[in-house]
């Protein structure tokens, strides 16, 4: 039986061992897997999780940035008159931490969680949806195709993952392409229909905060 929810404390030891061995496994040394943890401190951000009966198979956070230092410190690039994060509307969501387990890969599950956590995006004021990736990433074809403007990231990529690749970002119009991005990436499947993203207190109060 597969279910969708937010994730909370209790799932903080299949989470972190679902991300380090998932960044391990495609990024090898590059990737600092203590950024990759559980942390309970950080309410702007909501970790979605997709389960297989009760073990975890994929998971997707959204981060709310609310300002341009915060997408600075985040993304670690700058934003200046030529990044494209200029013309988005703070507060946006930023997607990241997308990890599937190795075994449950190449079957879609990262897209049906993906569609989920965008369909329940969609109750909030957000406008914008935001991810940054490497160009090789294999996604890239399909998330033009939902609707997403992918930029060039000259700044390269930083954070956890220490890479030299060139980098992409990719912006998402909620209002205009939200829909469409559900549909593209699986969400009228059942497994989506029957969700319990909102259901929580907190997952609530994020959506409220935009």
């Not at 279910?3 to 030891?13: C, H, N």
């Not at 990719?170 to 205009?176: A, E, F, H, S, T």
């Amino acid at each position: 039986m597969l279910t969708i929810r937010v994730l909370d404390a209790k799932d903080a030891e299949q989470l972190n061992s679902l991300r380090e061995s998932a960044y391990r496994h495609r990024y090898g040394d590059q990737v600092d897997v203590s950024a990759l943890r559980w942390n309970a401190r950080l309410d702007h951000v909501l970790d979605f999780g997709l389960f297989e009966n009760e073990a975890l198979i994929s998971a997707y956070r959204m981060d709310r940035v609310s300002d341009i230092s915060q997408a600075e410190f985040l993304l670690q690039i700058r934003v200046d008159a030529a990044s494209p994060l200029m013309n988005v509307i703070y507060p946006f969501a930023l997607g990241c931490r997308a990890c599937t387990r190795i075994d449950r890969q190449n079957h879609g599950f990262h897209f049906i969680l993906r569609a989920a956590a965008i369909r329940f995006l969609m109750k909030s004021r957000a406008s914008h949806l935001v991810s940054t990736f490497r160009a090789d990433n294999p996604w890239t074809s399909a998330l033009k195709q939902a609707g997403y403007e992918i930029f060039e990231n000259p700044q390269g990529w930083g954070d956890f993952i220490k890479s030299s690749s060139p980098a992409c970002i990719g912006i998402l119009d909620i209002r205009k392409h939200g829909s469409r991005a559900v549909q593209c990436f699986g969400g009228d499947e059942p497994i989506a229909v029957g969700d319990s993203i909102g259901a929580s207190e907190r997952a609530q109060s994020w959506l409220d905060s935009f």
